[in-house]
């Protein structure tokens, strides 16, 4: 849920011809609002045994690889807060995902020798004053039993954690996807449900999205 700025709230107040008393309480009302807390998620067999080299949040270009990522590059951005919408700054965001293939880099995978070597499969960023990270990745594609997804991980500066995993919104295999259909809240299933558009103005042929992470 996005909380309105101020100047708003007033505006549609005095629309709605909330009187003078009303008004003058709206500030706290709006700090009172809890956002909806992003669902936790398994994490699934697949987080990295032995981290990459490189693990900084291009995963389309692993340093020193000849050749980058098969795939569609798309751009990841959000911002980490609390409940009460206040950012959380220096978190750690984890992501892994399957390369353009749906194979993971973990001994764990089949075929693993098949893996595309120009994908980084897992990346790290930290969150900023204002709550936001971002990576540069590939859409995530579908394996067996499972709709597309990219698998995250935050950790705050005082311990606290998530484990969750996005989706792409419109994914036909969403409504097969047992792991996303577990999420019985639909404000929460909505949370991870990521609109991925032409990223015009960030780069030519890349896809962009926003996934904003709620801490409970
Ligand atoms: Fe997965």
């Given at each position: 849920m996005i909380i309105p700025p101020r100047g708003m709230v007033r505006r549609r107040l005095l629309q709605t011809g909330v009187g003078t008393s009303a008004f003058?309480?709206?500030?706290?009302?709006v700090r009172a609002q809890a956002l909806v807390p992003t669902p936790a998620q398994t994490e699934g067999p697949f987080y990295p045994v032995m981290l990459p080299q490189d693990v900084d949040n291009d995963l389309v270009q692993v340093h020193g690889a000849a050749t980058p990522a098969k795939g569609a590059v798309t751009h990841i951005s959000g911002r980490?807060?609390?409940a009460a919408g206040q950012p959380i700054v220096g978190a750690q965001v984890e992501i892994w995902q399957c390369d353009a293939q749906g194979l993971y880099d973990h001994p764990g995978q089949s075929d693993l020798a098949?893996?595309?070597k120009g994908f980084q499969g897992f990346g790290r960023a930290t969150t900023l004053v204002d709550?936001?990270?971002?990576f540069r990745t590939i859409r995530p594609v579908a394996y067996s039993g499972r709709t597309p997804h990219?698998?995250?991980r935050v950790i705050?500066?005082?311990g606290r954690r998530l484990t969750t995993q996005m989706y792409v919104a419109g994914d036909p295999g969403n409504d097969r996807d047992?792991?996303?259909r577990a999420i019985r809240d639909p404000r929460q299933r909505q949370q991870v449900l990521v609109s991925l558009a032409p990223a015009d103005g960030l780069e030519g042929g890349a896809l962009a999205g926003v996934f904003d992470i709620v801490l409970a």
């Open positions: 003058l309480a709206a500030p706290a009302l980490v807060r609390d098949r893996r595309d709550g936001a990270y971002r990219i698998h995250f705050t500066a005082d047992g792991v996303l």
